[in-house]
């Protein structure tokens, strides 16, 4: 596998275009485009572009993150698009407001527009701080008739102070700033962007096979194997809710991500723990080890807790110190000032509701259980969790 290792945008804009394999993949791949479409544009599902780019460029892989960034080299972050050109331009999704809803349904033009600006940039600055990310980059795979058009525009927050052409006719609004045109659906609670294709690009011709079915076919002719290990719930993951799963998805004011906020004795500001609810230990009774048995917590950005299940029930994912996580959590992601209630809104604004605590099957030096930590959606699935 050819791999790359760049540290920087610099360094990805100019060794990008000289990955051979990579376009060699993407081509391979849409030749096999009549197993889904019978249209001449080629078609590619824009999870299998994900993963192409991230296993052929050595990139870190975020697109399950629910965050702003696909994949990932270093500091830099890298948002992954696929989709149909038409005259080298498309508006397209950018972000999704559905759980926001509430807090734009009343809003009007401008003032609608710089709250759309102010949600999107959050979520990137989300992302920039769970990733430690200093440059971003779109990379793009247009899709057009007989070919594919592959090439990297800015990935950049709205500029605020330069919204104009504001425009809302009621279904939609649009506007721009310095650089960029943006378009809202408010029926989908989607905000979109134009993207141009720029002077520098790479095509790909694609030559679509006419019966790719008989091609795969021959496969089965061999002994079969196994072509990947599927992830398996409470094996590999667990899912565990930041929201009260009493309350229909508000935070608990005083225990969670707001322990620090409980009566009883004094408490440390960044004081917080990560819900387990019982069934997690009912059904998965191996995901965890023993209550107070130390383990390693790998944080998205690559930092690693002292970390282990506390409180009666084993009811408590904690750091050690306690106040680590919440460092982390409150005041480099969330950006919560001391005294201040983590909300369902701050939530919804960064697009997660809970944690997902991956199983590396690994153990460090000292023999302690490593496992890694990223930000979720459970989509609303309350029932798994009610005790």
Same mark, same amino acid.
């Given at each position: ?60 892989? #975020?697109? @399950? ?5 696909? /994949? ?9 698009? +696929? ?11 950018? /972000? ?32 920039? #701080? ?18 594919? @058009? ?38 989908? +609670? ?11 690009? @790479?095509?790909?011709?694609? #030559? ?12 089965? +002719? ?28 508000e935070v608990p004011q005083k225990s969670g991500l707001n322990q620090w906020n409980a009566g009883g004795r004094k408490r440390n500001a960044n004081e917080v723990y990560i819900h387990v609810p019982s069934q997690i230990h009912l059904l998965y009774p191996h995901f965890f080890p023993k209550r107070d048995e130390p383990f390693v917590l790998q944080l998205p950005d690559g930092k690693k807790l002292s970390a282990k299940i506390c409180q009666d029930g084993g009811k408590a994912l904690m750091s050690n110190p306690n106040s680590d996580l919440g460092e982390w959590i409150l005041r480099k992601i969330l950006k919560k000032k001391e ?9 919804? +604004? ?14 460090? #030096? ?22």
């Open positions: 596998m050819q791999t790359s290792n760049f540290s920087n945008l610099e360094e990805f804009l100019e060794g990008w275009n000289s990955n051979e394999k990579y376009f060699e993949m993407l081509g391979l791949m849409a030749r096999l485009s009549k197993l889904f479409s019978e249209n001449d544009v080629p078609y590619l599902d824009y999870r299998l572009t994900e993963n192409l780019f991230c296993k052929y460029y050595n990139a870190i892989n #975020d697109a @399950r993150s629910c965050t702003a960034y696909d /994949a990932r080299f270093s500091r830099l972050g890298i948002g992954i698009k +696929t989709f149909i050109l038409k005259n080298n331009t498309s508006i397209e999704k950018i /972000a999704e407001f559905n759980k926001l809803r509430p807090y734009l349904a009343d809003l009007k033009g401008k003032e609608l527009a710089y709250k759309l600006a102010e949600f999107r940039n959050e979520r990137m600055r989300f992302a920039d #701080d769970t990733f430690n990310i200093n440059e971003s980059q779109y990379h793009i795979i247009g899709r057009c008739s007989g070919l594919l @058009r592959v090439f990297n525009v800015p990935y950049e927050r709205i500029n605020i102070d330069k919204i104009t052409h504001v425009s809302d006719n009621g279904p939609t609004l649009s506007f721009e700033d310095d650089k960029n045109f943006y378009t809202f659906n408010r029926s989908k +609670t989607v905000l979109m962007k134009r993207f141009f294709v720029p002077e520098i690009y @790479r095509d790909i011709s694609v #030559d679509i096979l006419s019966d790719p079915l008989t091609l795969l076919e021959k496969l089965l +002719t061999d002994k079969p194997i196994e072509i990947f290990k599927p992830i398996v719930k409470g094996y590999d993951y667990v899912i565990l809710p930041l929201y009260s799963t009493k309350q229909k998805g005294g201040s209630l983590v909300t369902k809104l701050d939530l919804d +604004t960064f697009g997660f509701d809970s944690i997902m605590v991956i199983n590396t099957h690994n153990v460090n #030096d000292d023999g302690l259980r490593i496992f890694r930590l990223e930000f979720a959606e459970n989509q609303d699935n309350y029932q798994e969790f009610i005790e």
